[in-house]
């Protein structure tokens, strides 16, 4: 009786068993599929969010070229240190769509651009990329002189340098990276030379008189041709108050006669000719800065530009477009004097430096001749001045994730 008993409960407790079992296995099934299901999920959705993030670069990238092949030009140049230009949001060809927005990010020196471009796919799950590019002014006057044709240098002179924003030329301090390069000849028959010089053709030196501190290259890399800057398209400036004391009739032609002082105040005059007679003065104030462009000659007879502020980068002096009778008016004659802090730019001109004084600055021509005493102190601040020309700086791309 009692073995029917013990045979009936252990029975009984082995049916009792298997449910739980069951239902434990479906229920740990179930987990492990939904943890699959979930995982790949997961998988799928990060894999898609890396390739969004991925193409949204490719957009962005895309926007960046995008806006160097476009560049605002007249916009940009309008822009202050600090400034920021927004292009907005631009589609793209395939739909897709980026913003840039351009800030200058200088002093109000050279000219630095920070380009951040943002790149968005379309769709709800479009990644969203951020690219920086810099876009930079490219320094005019990096040397004292440079000619594309010639260099002549036969009166005495001497070529030094210095840098305007530490102070005004001081012989006792002058430096010594008053560099001279030309594309083809350079003759130095008598002047002391504080820097290097270098020609794409031949260089002779005279027999005495002649001192070179630095290296001296023949058959130097040529330098690529410096762009001619268009004429302003508004035409020669008009009469005002301040030209009319020369007697200006805006035509064009400016002549100062002997003894008489024009004020320049404007930030930018354009004028045909200008011609001095003896002891005349044209006058910047120093600041703003003041930009003189000519299309034909300038003649220098014993008158002169008068910077009172002593920085060179405060008067620019520019040829601009193709002289009118290019067989007599592509010659500049320019007369220096203690106030004579300016630049020279003016690649398709000859330029001769008259007289016995000084000038302080930089020149750009086809041709520069000095058979005077005339010196030329280079001031290196004219290299951070800020330049007509930008290029894309190299090693400047960086992304950001996200927006």
Known sequence: MAAKQSAFLSTSSRKGFVLPTVVFAIALMSIVVVASLSTS???????????????????AEAGLRQTYSAWPSAPVKA????????????????????????????????????????????????????LIGVV?????????????????????????SFDSQVGPYNPLTADSIA???????????????????????????????????????????????????????TGYTPVSPE???????????????AGVTVNFSQPQYFFKSVNFAGNSKITVPGNPHVDLMVQDSIYSAGGT???????????????????????KTNYWSITGGSDAYFSVYAPNRV?????????????ISSLFYISGGASVHYDAALARAPSPKLEVQKATWGLFPGG
Request: charged share 15%; proline share 5%.
């Open 305 to 327: 530009f008068v910077n009172s502020g002593h920085y060179a980068p405060d008067l620019s002096i520019t040829a601009c477009g193709t002289p009118t009778n290019p067989a």
């Open 79 to 130: 822009l202050n240190p600090g400034d920021s230009l927004d292009l907005g949001w631009q589609t793209l060809p395939n739909n897709e769509m980026y913003r840039a927005v351009i800030h200058r990010v200088d002093n109000g020196g050279l000219q630095e651009y920070n380009v951040v471009v943002q790149g968005r796919r379309t769709g709800l799950n479009g990644g969203v990329s951020t």
């Open 179 to 233: 560099d001279i390069a030309t594309n083809k000849s350079l003759v130095v028959q008598k002047a002391t030379v504080k820097g290097n010089i270098a020609a794409g053709g031949t260089i002779t030196l005279g027999n005495s008189g002649v001192t070179v501190t630095g290296t001296k290259t023949a058959g130097a890399a040529l330098i690529p041709p410096y762009d001619v800057i268009p004429c302003p398209a």
């Open 136 to 160: 930079g002014g490219v320094p005019l006057f990096n040397r004292a002189i440079y000619a594309d044709t010639l260099v002549y240098l036969a009166g005495g002179g001497l070529i030094d």
């Open 351 to 363: 330029v001769y430096g008259v007289g016995n004084s000084d000038f302080y600055g930089a020149v």
């Open 41 to 59: 999920s997961d998988e799928r959705r990060a894999s898609r969010a890396v390739r969004e993030s991925i193409l949204s670069v490719y957009t």
């Open 243 to 257: 030209l009319a004391v020369a007697g200006y009739t805006g035509n064009g032609v400016l002549n100062v006669a």
